[in-house]
């Protein structure tokens, strides 16, 4: 069966938190429902996130996307407390008067949100390019605040690094899974299949 089809919740997990360090191998659909999926059968249009159990962020399928980054300082964390907002099915992120996000399904936090804009594009054929923008900002601006002798070699970050080992990651889950899968249907528009 077609993985689109057997996949059809927007996100699903290894286990309930409370059973966070001992996952019974199946999937449950929204974290809830018990599932005949394993890990093994997550199709790569799902960013892993992980946070005590694992859980599988559906990105296709989406229509609107919204970036919120975290202004408080973290100086050991670039991405600490930053969110990437997901809308499905035709729908969009609707903001409250204090201008924080009321209706939107899914979210992605942390290093993981790069990768999951990576992945909405090549899934769902959206435009990241404003959120991109965004964290480009943000990178740059994290560099400038934190300018000191850094004792990792990876700081200060490069944006454009950061992009590209995102694009690979999301292109190694798609070589991944159609190596397992080949002739997968990868939902999107007409240019996302193999």
């Not at 924080?100 to 899914?106: A, D, K, Q």
């Not at 690094?161 to 939902?187: C, N, S, W």
């Amino acid at each position: 069966m077609n993985a689109a089809k057997r996949f059809v919740q927007h996100y699903y997990t290894n286990g309930k938190m409370e059973d966070c360090f001992n996952p019974t191998g199946f999937l449950l659909s929204e974290g809830v429902r018990k599932t005949k999926l394993r890990t093994e059968d997550v199709p790569p249009w799902f960013v892993p996130l992980t946070y005590w159990s694992t859980r599988y962020v559906d990105t296709s399928r989406v229509t609107d996307i919204m970036y919120k980054p975290c202004r408080l300082p973290h100086y050991n964390h670039l991405f600490k407390d930053d969110y990437l907002y997901l809308v499905y099915d035709g729908n969009k992120i609707v903001m409250n008067e204090h201008h924080i996000p009321e209706s939107y399904y899914n979210t992605l936090w942390g290093w993981e949100l790069v990768e999951g804009l990576f992945s909405a594009k090549e899934y769902s054929g959206i435009d990241i390019e404003p959120q991109l923008a965004e964290l480009r900002a943000k990178i740059l601006r994290y560099n400038e605040e934190y300018n000191e002798p850094w004792p990792d070699p990876n700081i200060p970050y490069d944006p454009d690094e950061i992009f590209d080992h995102a694009m690979k990651r999301v292109q190694e889950r798609k070589d991944a899974y159609e190596a397992l899968h080949p002739g997968t249907h990868y939902p999107g528009h007409p240019d996302h299949h193999p």
